[in-house]
């Protein structure tokens, strides 16, 4: 059975960092094969994607309003996904949910996505 565990997620005061952690385990293959990455969700809006990271290339990928704040990093031999937030926003407020294994489509599409975890929450404030 996979699991996917977030954590990290904090209140911070805007101009603030926060770095979110996500252990998977059961995956049926490696680890490093899965593409992974991070989505979020606030209050009364649809889920959206935040990054990606496609193995094993390493390719990344950012959602534009968090280019150049929002770093996406992978310890295969961990089984962990981390994603480094700087210079934060009010508008950053967000559940934050790890995902592992696309089954196709473009990876900001929540439905593309097999794992899930059960999300940390951030908050910023002004």
């Known amino acids: 059975q996979v699991q996917v565990v977030e954590s990290g997620g904090d209140s911070v005061q805007a101009g603030g960092s926060l770095r979110l952690s996500c252990t998977v385990s059961g995956l049926p293959l490696d680890f490093s094969v899965y593409p992974v990455g991070w989505f979020r969700q606030a209050p009364g809006k649809e889920r959206e994607g935040v990054s990606c990271l496609r193995s094993p290339e390493g390719t990344t990928y950012y959602a534009d309003s968090v280019k150049g704040r929002f770093t996406v990093s992978q310890d295969s031999a961990q089984n962990t996904l981390a994603l480094e937030m700087n210079n934060l926003k009010p508008e950053d407020t967000a559940m934050y949910y790890c995902?592992?294994?696309?089954?196709?489509?473009?990876?900001?599409?929540?439905?593309?996505?097999?794992?899930w975890g059960q999300g940390t929450q951030v908050t910023v404030s002004s």
């Open positions: 995902a592992a294994g696309r089954h196709g489509g473009h990876w900001t599409r929540r439905a593309t996505w097999d794992y």
